[in-house]
T-cell receptor, first 113, second 114 residues
């Protein structure tokens, strides 16, 4: 089955630790995105990548880092510099050929204490 | 800059009735796409419907239809014959030309009452 996988579904970390969230897609999509969602809020863009080895900051990139070494993979690292990392993180992907589609992964709920 | 506004934080609808969720947008790009997603309590984002800025007709997908009023920059979602399973958060989003990121509104929480 084609789709986007994110792991793990729930993640717990202590304050001050970096943590990496996984996002993998087998849809052969060019572009991948990371969004953050806080309770009762909409989705805010953290980073996106339209091509391998290239990525751009979104609206709330501070305290986060990404890499895009492979087309299928777009991991997000939440660093200790991120002041309020507890949130729901959603990864998405889309294709240049089908701009009317954007698929999402199931999300990772990160709790930092 | 793009902007999506959803003015209804919460809505209630009786089962089997129709409901309209409002969305207005702002863009200077003549080419754009409008999306609606459903997010149940599980958190997954479920794509519902898409409308392109050059589409002549309003989009429909089963019980979902998009009331697209280009001059008013409005893209309201209409759900007909509401079901209990329709209770969820609903997000309106927009993408401008190209494979660019979606920009989301803050969402509307729909509650369907039996």
């Amino acid at each position: 089955d084609g789709g986007i996988t994110q792991s793990p579904k729930y993640l717990f970390r202590k304050e001050g630790q970096n943590v990496t969230l996984s996002c993998e897609q087998n849809l052969n999509h060019d572009a991948m995105y990371w969004y953050r969602q806080d309770p009762g809020q909409g989705l805010r863009l953290i980073y996106y990548s339209q091509i391998v080895n290239d990525f751009q900051k979104g609206d709330i990139a501070e305290g986060y880092s990404v890499s895009r070494e492979k087309k299928e993979s777009f991991p997000l690292t939440v660093t200790s510099a991120q002041k309020n990392p507890t949130a729901f993180y959603l990864c998405a992907s889309s294709s240049r050929e089908s701009p009317y589609e954007q698929y999402f992964g199931p999300g990772t709920r990160l709790t930092v204490t | 800059a793009q902007k999506i506004t959803q003015t209804q934080p919460g809505m209630f609808v009786q089962e089997k009735e129709a409901v309209t969720l409002d969305c207005t947008y702002d863009t200077s790009d003549p080419s754009y796409g409008l999306f609606w997603y459903k997010q149940p309590s599980s958190g997954e984002m479920i794509f519902l419907i898409y409308q392109g800025s050059y589409d002549q007709q309003n989009a429909t997908e089963g019980r979902y239809s998009l009331n697209f009023q280009k001059a008013r920059k409005s893209a309201n979602l209409v759900i007909s014959a509401s079901q209990l399973g329709d209770s969820a958060m609903y997000f309106c989003a927009m993408r401008e030309t190209g494979n660019t990121p979606l920009v989301f509104g803050k969402g509307t929480r729909l509650s369907v009452i039996a």
